[in-house]
């Protein structure tokens, strides 16, 4: 079983849609909870850093953790085409240069 | 400032050849990471390195070398080519972290290399 599991996609909606990504994992020593945005043939790019449980509101976009289910999502309000991406969830036990672990990353589209 | 470049952004290497990617950052940044990308497997460390001098081993570290001779600068370099290797590396680099958890202590990527090995 993988550490973290995330569903790889695509996933497929209109434009101005509410767009929910989710990632689980295993580890409960995870505290840092990350997502990257990585378009097509570019290096992932941080798009939310949360750390321990909570939510983290930014512009259109909001991370949750969820640390009693050890479940983490990221939602996107009014979805544009410049979303379109592939999303990648990622979570570290401590600070420092400790290993982060990644999801697979689930593709968006975000039909106009 | 250009954050973290990559050198070079494709090759096709035949098996058995060697090759060197270098990865370069301008951020003053302590740690760098050597990471490899594949369908359906996401993002795995093969070397990094918390400082000029060190490296150490990742998770999918055989069959890969690493140096880091000045702050700057990480090279990945590949002995002997397998298809195997055929992926996307990545190279990351992040700053020292101040104690305190804050997004500018999280990992900046390079561009990436695309490697292909007949």
């Known amino acids: 079983q993988k550490e973290v599991e995330q569903d790889p996609g695509p996933l497929s909606v209109p434009e101005g849609a509410i767009v929910s990504l989710n990632c689980t994992y295993s580890n409960s020593a995870f505290q840092y909870f990350m997502w990257y945005r990585q378009y097509s043939r570019k290096g992932p790019e941080l798009l939310m850093y949360t750390y321990s449980s909570g939510n983290k509101e930014d512009g259109r976009f909001t991370a949750q953790v969820d640390k009693s289910s050890k479940y983490i999502s990221l939602f996107i309000r009014d979805s544009q085409p410049s979303d379109s991406a592939t999303y990648l969830c990622?979570?570290?036990?401590?600070?420092?240069?400790?290993?982060?672990?990644f999801g697979t990353g689930t593709k968006l589209q975000v039909i106009p | 400032n250009a954050g973290v470049t990559q050198t070079p952004k494709f090759r096709v290497l035949k098996t058995g050849q060697s090759m060197t990617l270098l990865c370069a950052q301008d951020m003053n940044h302590e740690y760098m990471y050597w990471y490899r990308q594949d369908p359906g497997m996401g993002l795995r460390l093969i070397h990094y390195?918390?400082?000029?001098?060190?490296?150490a081993k990742g998770e999918v570290p055989d069959g890969y070398n690493v140096s880091r001779l000045k702050k700057q600068n990480f090279l990945l370099g590949l002995e002997s080519a397998a298809p195997s290797q055929t992926s996307v590396y990545f190279c990351?680099?992040?700053?020292?972290?101040?104690?305190?958890?804050?997004?500018?202590?999280?990992?900046?990527f390079g561009p990436g290399t695309r490697l292909t090995v007949l």
């Open positions: 390195s918390v400082g000029e001098g060190t490296t």
């Open positions: 990622a979570m570290s036990s401590a600070l420092g240069y400790q290993k982060v672990t």
């Open positions: 990351a680099s992040r700053p020292l972290t101040s104690g305190r958890a804050k997004s500018t202590d999280t990992q900046y």
